[in-house]
């Protein structure tokens, strides 16, 4: 009898481990009973508060007067205004700018200027507005020729989110990549005094409401050693492009295989050293220029919906 005794014990000591660590196994499972699921999600986000005159930084980041300076990898959402300064990147990793009702105004260079990184994607929130602004003339070291542009960045960009990004470049460019430039979505407002985006290996977009206003070429993409690159690419989207110049400029091929492009030009609608492929969207143009398009070949698929000054072309 007394050895059934010590059995049944140990049994129920057994049982009550077991019922304890299950229920701490369904405590600490995602989304099952986390009273903090809004801190675990924002987890590992920096935060660089713009003061005016001021920068307040997270670890990872440097304030240098009126700059922010992030040197390590990851995410860093900024929000705020910034009267006269620069959120300034140079990391060797991936850096994430989550661009949260930001105003960022710099009279002497770029407002934000990716130096270096492995890739930097810009995070538009739902129902933020964000506002970058340059001056009218860069303070550049002796020899140098960039930045140029309001939002220039010599690695891999891509832009996403459902908020807005409004870009005034009075300097040069307003988006402008010295490698690739990717739009996934985002409602984005430029206005340029020269180009409006510029990826220089290559300019894909595949969604978004974007409105370019150019003193010179509305979107391009313009790597001439690279026969592979130098392409722009919009499958996506809807753009409303007025430029004094080309609308859409690219060196090797220009495609078009979705969207809705709305183009208002003095030159030439769409301009490439290479072929234009036209295969689907809806492309309407309005141009001063006789001949819509310069290149080696148009071609035009019969899933396209194109006309030029209210005449439907077809290929």
Not at 169 to 198: C, F, L
């Given at each position: 009898?007394k ?100 105003d ?40 140098a ?17 459902e ?46 409401n ?13 790597n ?15 753009l ?7 609308a ?68």
């Amino acid at each position: 009898m007394k050895i059934k005794m010590n059995e049944r014990m140990q049994l129920m000591k057994k049982y009550f481990i077991l019922f304890f660590v299950c229920a701490l196994i369904i405590t600490a499972a995602p989304g099952c009973g986390s009273p903090d699921k809004s801190v675990n999600e924002n987890e590992g986000t920096a935060v660089i508060k713009l003061e005016g005159t001021s920068v307040s930084v997270p670890s990872g980041v440097t304030a240098d007067g009126s700059s922010a300076v992030i040197t390590g990898a990851g995410t860093y959402e900024i929000t705020g205004s910034l009267d006269n300064g620069q959120i300034i990147v140079n990391s060797t990793g991936n850096v994430t700018l989550v661009l949260n009702n930001a105003d960022i105004k710099c009279d002497h260079s770029a407002p934000i200027y990716v130096i270096s990184a492995g890739h930097v994607y810009i995070q538009l929130p739902e129902g933020s507005t964000n506002t970058i602004s340059d001056g009218a003339s860069y303070s550049l070291e002796p020899g140098a020729n960039e930045p140029d542009a309001a939002l220039f960045t010599k690695a891999d960009m891509t832009v996403s989110g459902e908020g807005t990004l409004n870009v005034n470049a009075n300097y040069n460019d307003a988006v402008a990549g010295r490698d690739s430039v990717t739009i996934e979505s985002g409602n984005i407002n430029i206005t340029a005094v020269n180009h409006g985006i510029k990826g220089k290996d290559y300019l894909s977009i595949k969604g978004g409401n974007i409105t370019v206003n150019a003193g010179n070429d509305a979107v391009k993409s313009t790597n001439d050693k690279d026969a592979s690159l130098g392409y722009l690419e919009i499958s996506g989207g809807t753009l409303t492009l007025t430029a004094s110049d080309e609308a859409i400029s690219a060196i090797t091929r220009v495609s078009i295989s979705g969207g809705t492009v709305n183009i208002d030009t003095k030159n030439n609608a769409v301009k490439s050293d290479g072929n234009i492929e036209i295969t689907g969207g809806t492309v309407d143009i309005k141009t001063e220029d006789k001949d819509f398009v310069y290149t080696g070949e148009c071609i035009i698929g019969e899933n396209a919906d194109v006309t030029s000054n209210g005449e439907k072309i077809t290929g």
